[in-house]
T-cell receptor, first 112, second 113 residues
Framework: ETGVTQSPTHLIKTRGQQVTLRCSSQ?????VSWYQQALGQGPQFIFQ???????GRGNFPPRFSGLQFPNYSSELNVNALELDDSALYLC???????????FGPGTRLTVL | KQEVTQIPAALSVPEGENLVLNCSFT??????LQWFRQDPGKGLTSLLL?????REQTSGRLNASLDKSSGRSTLYIAASQPGDSATYLC????????????FGQGTTLQVKP
């Protein structure tokens, strides 16, 4: 059984650029959630995808958007990058309804 | 609105000690609570999931308890080892059945040989 995978591992961008992060859910899981974790903080919920639709969103601006594909993998897109977007981005998958969630290794985004 | 707090923020203990990490939450209408381990710069590893109908859950040297009425959960680590050094996070659902997790800021544990 393959766990949650994320790509890329690390990414460096400059202010104003756009970035796409990718997540493959664990086998059998149809729900994907994205979290942002700033240094020294707990993860913050960005949004969740179920059946290719956004199913709940945290306190993040519209420049954070996402997609879920028929194979349940997901993308997180961030436009107009700001310095404060520098963080570890975590993806979690679960069956529906969500109970225990399983996290990927994360993507470290640095915005210069 | 669910809020999760973890105390202490950091803890340093000698190897072999038993220790307790604390987690408190404001909305007791939770259906589960999850404890995670995070090594520096890495993702989250699920340690224990306690359903609302349970009071305790055990895995090896780890034991997690849940008291919904007082809004508290504890993670007990027995006979700590240097390999237990990591940040421990607890997370409670933000609302029923949507899977949004609200995390505490974590307790960073250092176990000294």
């Amino acid at each position: 059984e393959t766990g949650v995978t994320q790509s890329p591992t690390h990414l460096i961008k400059t202010r104003g650029q756009q970035v796409t992060l990718r997540c493959s859910s664990q086998s059998g899981h149809n729900t994907v959630s994205w979290y942002q974790q700033a240094l020294g903080q707990g993860p913050q919920f960005i949004f969740q995808y179920y059946r290719e639709e956004e199913n709940g969103r945290g306190n993040f601006p519209p420049r954070f958007s996402g997609l879920q594909f028929p194979n349940y993998s997901s993308e997180l897109n961030v436009n107009a990058l700001e310095l404060d977007d520098s963080a570890l981005y975590l993806c979690a998958s679960s069956p529906w309804p969500p109970n225990e969630q399983f996290f990927g290794p994360g993507t470290r985004l640095t915005v210069l | 609105k669910q809020e999760v707090t973890q105390i202490p923020a950091a803890l340093s203990v000698p190897e072999g000690e038993n220790l307790v990490l604390n987690c408190s939450f404001t909305d007791s209408a939770i259906y589960n609570l999850q404890w995670f381990r995070q090594d520096p710069g890495k993702g989250l590893t699920s340690l224990l999931l306690i359903q609302s109908s349970q009071r305790e859950q055990t895995s090896g040297r780890l034991n997690a308890s849940l008291d919904k009425s007082s809004g508290r959960s504890t993670l007990y680590i027995a006979a700590s080892q240097p390999g237990d050094s990591a940040t421990y996070l607890c997370a409670a659902p933000g609302s029923s059945n949507t899977g949004k997790l609200i995390f505490g800021q974590g307790t960073t544990l250092q176990v000294k040989p």
